[in-house]
């Protein structure tokens, strides 16, 4: 892995009242070669490598159990890859893996929050941890259509999508990873999600998105298949 | 941009908070523990009877039974900590939103002042039912606080153990017991002398090096634990 | 050229055990303190349950090792394979001190400080193997077993000081200190010395056996398709 001597990139200033997404004007990129991993005596993710850079989305498909949501853990820093490197860069300086699991926004199906709070009272909560501002939270529920009082135990499953979402873009990422991240969400928040994403790929912020089944993104995209 | 150390604080007051918030909604570690606690109080109540005027039962077995109670209170609610993170699938949100020492602490934080509050309903019941009269007040009231911090803290760092393996539950008492076993002999030693009236001897220095020990080796260890 | 060396350091430890199992029953002094020639056990019981901390110690500095040294999977498996040289040492030491209490005490146990001390620190190790063997995915198994190593570490030596106190308010009869009295003679001494050199070397031996064998284990596993 690369880790860079200088300090660490640090969230400069936010952007506008307008953006929900990534900051503009900073750069990123995101870089993973034969990152491979195995649970005991199941290869789930053979050496997959790829390279994405600002602006850019990578969309990573194949078929159930070809490793996608492996790919993803390992490159948030959720998982120890058994080999490969993954280098992380925003603003020239490539980050540690505790710097790498603070910077992303990542979405997965199983990715789940406190059911005894509600929907904002959760992201409160992941704000405060991050030393952000509570109304960060209201923002991002207003923006993805998503009721502030309702228990997180109370929601459907397309509303804990639209959760997913909420929490993932909280600290404005600049890289986001999607796993399956249009999943039980229905017309209206399948386009609202859309918009989030557009607008933090015409900001500068990269995506790597992991589908079962070929998927449209609009804007620069390349492609990744995993397994045979 | 808040200073690392008052984001530190922030992070772990807020993990303490939401805790707390959870708990008070679903009382799941409070009724455990608590139910935990007076049933066995009752049984050792029932079975010895109000004991404590037997010089020799007052110092030679009552203080070792309300530690053992305690021990299994703690072990029956404190375990949840951490393995309601994993079982519920939070534990990856947390992970990439929150600091593992600051995580850490006001995990800490909570299960010390959830047994703090375990003791201070149980003990004044087991001295009544007991029959147990105090010659040092405040040696008693010590040796729970000290005795109750090293049991809180050992119970938190292994429960994230356990938390990362199958069988949590049972695992946990298996690791737990030889760590604070120390422990208990200490704070067992020390409520015995305030029950003889003796003074409080080489007991209280070792168990609030215990404790410091105990409290070193979580901030150092448990991000090892946390993350991989 | 390694196997031929590898061969006469096997030779030479074989040579060596043996003369100290000759030096044991033939060199050595039986104490007449003792009864009959029960003072020979020290020359193997001793050793073993230092060897056992010895191990123990080994352990806890991989793990370490393991943490801080780049997460290297040969740091875990040479700790978990001294561990499991640890207890079986430890396991070996207490039957052989539980059989020399039979005959010098009267009873095979008596809750006497050290046997109170290696039945804990078993308990501890004892943990550690099961939290092993409860965790599949070999990264996660060699972050959180080097943890709990460490934290024996650092609490087992709190039962030194807590140990003697608690056991000698319960057993008030005197124990005689067989180190004490190997200092008497110099022949006991040097049996003692030399045969815990053996089992020591002994012990790097079985561990680094066992932690080759488990590489090829970890390596077979990796080449399944």
Redesign the interface.
């Given at each position: 892995m690369v880790y860079s001597c200088g300090p660490p990139a640090r969230a400069g200033q936010f952007a506008g009242p307008g953006s929900y997404t990534a900051r503009a004007m900073t750069s990123v990129s995101l870089v993973f070669d034969g990152v491979r991993r195995r649970f005991g005596r199941v290869r789930a993710l053979e050496p997959a490598s790829g390279r994405v850079a600002a602006g850019e989305a990578l969309v990573v498909t194949g078929a159930n159990g070809a490793g996608k949501s492996t790919l993803l853990r390992c490159l948030a820093g959720l998982l120890a890859p058994d080999g490969g490197t993954v280098e992380h860069v925003e603003e020239g300086a490539a980050l540690t893996p505790p710097e790498r699991r603070a910077r992303i926004g990542f979405v997965a199906p199983d990715l789940a929050f406190y059911d005894e709070l509600s929907a904002g009272e959760n992201l409160e909560f992941f704000a405060r941890l991050r030393g952000l501002p509570a109304a960060r939270a209201g923002e991002l529920l207003e923006r993805v259509g998503l009721p502030v009082d309702r228990a997180a135990g109370a929601l459907s499953s397309g509303m804990r999508q639209r959760l997913r979402w909420a929490w993932a873009l909280l600290a404005r990422p600049r890289a986001l990873l999607l796993d399956e991240p249009f999943q039980n969400l229905d017309r209206e928040g399948e386009d609202s999600v859309r918009g989030l994403l557009g607008e933090h790929l015409e900001s500068g912020g990269l995506a790597i998105v992991a589908s079962p089944i070929p998927l449209e993104v609009a804007g620069a995209v390349s492609h990744l298949t995993l397994g045979r | 941009m808040p200073s690392p150390t008052s984001h530190w604080v922030a992070s772990a007051r807020a993990v303490f908070a939401k805790d707390w918030r959870c708990e008070l909604r679903s009382r799941y570690a409070l009724n455990a523990i608590g139910l935990f606690a007076v049933t066995t109080l009752v049984v050792t109540s029932a079975a010895l009877g109000p004991s404590g005027s037997n010089q020799a039962m007052a110092i030679n077995v009552l203080p070792a039974i309300l530690w053992l109670i305690l021990l299994f209170a703690a072990a029956a609610g404190l375990p949840r900590v951490f393995v309601h993170e994993e079982e519920s699938r939070t534990a990856n949100a947390l992970r990439l939103a929150a600091t593992p020492s600051a995580l850490f602490a006001g995990k800490v934080a909570f299960g010390l002042s959830l047994l703090l509050a375990i003791e201070a309903l149980v003990a004044p019941l087991y001295l009544a039912v007991m029959n147990l009269n105090l010659a040092s007040p405040g040696l008693f009231v010590g040796a729970l606080v000290a005795g109750g911090y090293g049991l809180a803290t050992g119970s938190v760092l292994i429960a994230a153990l356990a938390s990362q393996a199958r069988g949590r539950s049972t695992l946990f008492s298996v690791l737990a017991f030889p760590v604070l076993m120390p422990l208990l002999l200490l704070a067992i030693e020390l409520t015995r002398n305030s029950v003889a009236g003796d003074p409080a001897g080489p007991a209280l220095p070792q168990l609030l090096l215990y404790d410091g020990t105990v409290t070193i080796a979580g901030l150092m260890l448990f991000p090892a634990v946390w993350n991989p | 050229m390694t196997r031929t060396i590898s061969l006469g350091l096997r030779g030479a430890l074989w040579l060596w055990m043996s003369a100290c199992i000759w030096g044991a029953f033939f060199y050595a002094w039986s104490d007449p303190a003792f009864i009959g020639q029960s003072s020979r056990i020290l020359f193997f019981h001793v050793p073993m349950a230092w060897t056992s901390f010895v191990a123990y110690f080994a352990a806890a500095v991989w793990s370490a090792g393991y943490?801080w040294g780049g997460?290297q999977a040969r740091h875990d498996r040479a700790a978990a394979a001294a561990v499991e040289c640890g207890v079986l040492f430890g396991v070996l030491a207490t039957i052989t001190g539980s059989l020399w209490a039979r005959i010098e005490w009267g009873a095979f146990w008596n809750w006497d400080p050290r046997q109170t001390s290696i039945v804990?620190v078993l308990?501890?190790y004892g943990?550690y193997l099961?939290?092993r063997s409860?965790?599949?995915?070999?990264?996660?198994r060699a972050?959180?077993s080097?943890?709990?190593a460490?934290?024996?570490l650092?609490?087992t030596p709190?039962?030194y000081?807590?140990v003697p106190?608690?056991t000698e308010s319960l057993h008030p009869e005197p124990v005689i200190n067989a180190e004490r009295k190997l200092d008497v003679d110099p022949r006991m001494f040097y049996v003692l010395i030399g045969s815990s050199l053996a089992y020591m070397a002994l012990f790097f031996w079985i561990h680094n056996l066992r932690s080759r064998a488990q590489a090829l284990a970890d390596a077979q596993?990796?080449e399944?398709?």
């Open positions: - | - | 943490l997460r804990v308990l501890f943990a099961a939290l409860a965790m599949a995915d070999r990264e996660v972050r959180i080097s943890v709990y460490l934290i024996a650092v609490v709190f039962f000081f807590i106190r608690i596993e990796d399944l398709p």
